[in-house]
């Protein structure tokens, strides 16, 4: 069976090219039939803290993707240790009784081994290690036996790395702590990882890997590395450099729908063989494979002005418009609360859905789309907005007395009676409709882009709509 990891490290909240990476191999996972595995690598414990795994944890539950089982590093530390001692009774490890003094070089740069510790006898090893002596516990990189490491990525083919070129990595530091190549394998061999996804950047330590997976005598997962995000000036995207735009949370915080930005980020490095764009869940999950991921790297296009990328939005507005309006209003709701609508009701949120749902490219739009309809007062707006074209101050007033006189008087407030009522009254005053309906909409919602006027009236109801018809003649 197929099993896939992710296994972020909490020093940081949730990057945006980890949330992709989480998502590739949960696509990975659900195409195959298979399981994945959430593993919080932490046992880099001078950089960890309480609150980046809070935000991973945070980050990865807004996916709502979810994953089949979880794991703690810091848990299987005695795991690691085992791995790493096995590897050493195989005579495939050394100590290294020399961490901090000078390294033999390579011709390319960078060190190999300490002189003497490789050829140290176990004797002479035990004796030191027994007597107290700090050491650090190396891999043999096997460079007499073995000329290079072959490995077969499922995106960028077939790689090679010299051994000769390949330094006698550590796999316990002094301190007894697993290194980061230890407590990886050792983990993956262990929860019987079949498949590594991961981002490009870690396709140097497939070398490594590849040692220790063979060293413990385990299947080498396959590999799948995935192309770099980059901001739009050829950088790579750095949470130092570019700050929230690439924290996951910030999307979410925006406005974007988990599955309009699953469906995103899913494009980046990735595509299917009929490029389309939107896709459910479902559609991704069919869709998914290796192949389709690119080796070239993926841009995330932003400004200063604007932090999001304009496909994103596009998705996300795409989305939001598929939604079922109940489903809408549900997620609208803790947007409503943020921009301190304290009067909204769930009741009142779904009859304005209808009207404002085409609008919207964020959830977080509701509180500049439809803010007219929960606030006592409207935003302070242009008095010259009032007068329609070709009409001037007094045909804009003529307007919204009339239509003061009839909105006060017709028997119910419902579209049809509206409708009849306000067509009606421009017809005695012999305008077009638009010259009717202008006044009366700049009046009662502060702009003259707003939802259908009707539906709105009859929303906003009678109270409110003769309360605001008031004010605007107040101002011509």
Same mark, same amino acid.
């Given at each position: ?85 096995? !590897? ?100 993956? =061999? ?40 980059? =901001? ?119 009859? !304005? ?6 609008? !919207? ?32 101050? =007094? ?82």
């Amino acid at each position: 069976m197929t099993r896939v990891r992710f296994a972020p490290s909490p020093t940081g909240y949730l990057h945006i090219g980890g949330a992709r990476t989480f998502i590739f191999n949960w696509l990975y996972a659900r195409h195959q039939g298979g399981v994945m595995v959430l593993r919080i690598d932490d046992t880099d414990v001078e950089r960890n803290t309480q609150t980046s795994l809070d935000s991973i944890y945070e980050g990865l539950r807004w996916l709502e993707l979810g994953w089949d089982e979880l794991y703690r590093q810091s848990d299987r530390l005695d795991l690691h240790r085992q791995a790493a001692w096995a !590897i050493f009774e195989k005579g495939l490890a050394y100590r290294d009784f020399m961490p901090s003094s000078p390294a033999i070089e390579n011709p390319s740069g960078g060190w190999l081994f300490h002189p003497g510790m490789r050829e140290l006898s176990r004797e002479e090893s035990d004796r030191r290690a027994n007597a107290g002596e700090p050491f650090v516990l190396r891999f043999r990189v096997p460079r007499e036996s073995r000329a290079e490491i072959v490995v077969s990525d499922r995106v960028y083919g077939t790689v090679t790395k010299a051994t000769a070129d390949l330094e006698d990595f550590a796999l316990l530091r002094s301190t007894g702590m697993p290194t980061y190549h230890m407590a990886s394998c050792a983990d993956d =061999a262990d929860l019987r990882i079949t498949d590594i996804l991961r981002g490009q950047e870690h396709l140097a330590n497939t070398f490594k890997h590849v040692l220790i997976f063979e060293a413990l005598n385990v299947p080498v997962p396959n590999t799948a590395h995935l192309p770099l995000l980059m =901001a739009p000036d050829g950088a790579k995207l750095s949470k130092r450099i570019h700050g929230p735009v690439v924290s996951v949370t910030t999307y979410r915080d925006a406005g974007f729908l988990p599955h309009a930005f699953v469906n995103f980020l899913s494009l980046l490095g990735w595509s299917p063989k009929n490029d389309r764009e939107k896709m459910s869940r479902e559609e991704l999950v069919e869709l998914f494979s290796l192949e389709g991921i690119n080796r070239s790297n993926a841009t995330i296009n932003f400004t200063d002005e604007d932090p999001f990328d304009p496909k994103a939005v596009w998705l996300n507005a795409e989305h939001l418009r598929a939604l079922d309006l109940d489903e809408l209003a549900r997620r609208l709701m803790p947007y409503v609360q943020q921009a301190g609508f304290t009067n909204a009701t769930p009741e009142k949120l779904r009859a !304005i859905v209808p009207l404002i749902h085409e609008r !919207i490219r964020l959830l977080r739009d509701i509180g500049s789309v439809a803010d007219f309809f929960f606030s006592a007062e409207l935003r302070p707006y242009d008095p010259a907005e009032l007068i329609p074209q070709k009409g001037d101050a =007094a045909m804009a007033a003529r307007v919204l007395r009339k239509a003061k006189e009839v909105l006060a008087a017709v028997p119910g407030f419902d579209h049809g009676t509206l409708d009849s009522a306000l067509r009606a009254a421009a017809d005695e005053l012999k305008l077009k409709a638009g010259q009717m309906f202008q006044p009366i909409r700049v009046a009662v919602c502060g702009r003259k882009n707003a939802p259908p006027l009707f539906e709105t009236l009859e929303v906003l109801g009678r109270d409110t709509v003769l309360t605001r018809l008031d004010l605007a003649l107040g101002l011509i």
